[in-house]
């Protein structure tokens, strides 16, 4: 009986210690996983700008090579005032593009149609201005001029600003 006392005492003991040196190590690493705990990485909202803006040229926009008559103009000068939805830490570059060029709501001849896009390139909360001009080139034919007098010109200009890299 002595022995099966101590044999069962040994038993209960190996198990005990076993159960002791577990949690001794899941607290050990636990102790590990709650440091890196403290790395954190908080990521914010960021200030975005991204806008698409359909633009109608309107009045009698001629060729610099043809003769000025009244209500014609030779370019057509469109300004935008551009700024970010909040301030950034660094200003961004911005980027301005024009497309979807259309003449009478066609494409042939788009490329008669000159826009030049000027300003200052980069942007924050403060603003900046730039600066659309549109002309148009000298039709090469008189059929050409003819699909094309009287007709309304548009495009699409695309505002982006993006982080400087």
Do not use: C
């Not at 190996?14 to 690493?29: N, Q, R, V």
């Not at 057509?76 to 551009?82: G, Q, T």
């Amino acid at each position: 009986m002595k022995q099966s006392l101590l044999r069962t005492s040994l038993v209960v003991a190996l198990i005990l210690a076993l159960i002791g040196l577990t949690a001794s190590s899941f607290a050990y690493w636990d102790r590990l996983t709650t440091e890196d705990k403290d790395n954190t990485v908080i990521i914010g909202e960021g200030a975005e700008l991204k806008v698409t803006k359909n633009v109608t040229v309107t009045g009698a926009l001629i060729p610099k090579t043809a003769v000025l008559g009244v209500g014609e103009v030779y370019e057509v000068v469109l300004e935008y005032d551009v700024k970010l939805s909040k301030e950034a830490q660094e200003d961004l570059v911005l980027n301005v593009e024009a497309s979807n060029v259309l003449i009478g709501g066609d494409d042939t001849y788009s490329d008669l149609v000159n826009i030049e896009i000027t300003g200052d390139f980069f942007v924050n909360a403060s603003g900046t201005k730039i600066t659309v001009t549109v002309t148009l080139t000298e039709p090469t034919t008189s059929e050409i001029y003819e699909a094309i007098f009287g007709k309304t010109i548009t495009f699409d200009l695309t505002f982006q600003g993006h982080a400087q890299v």
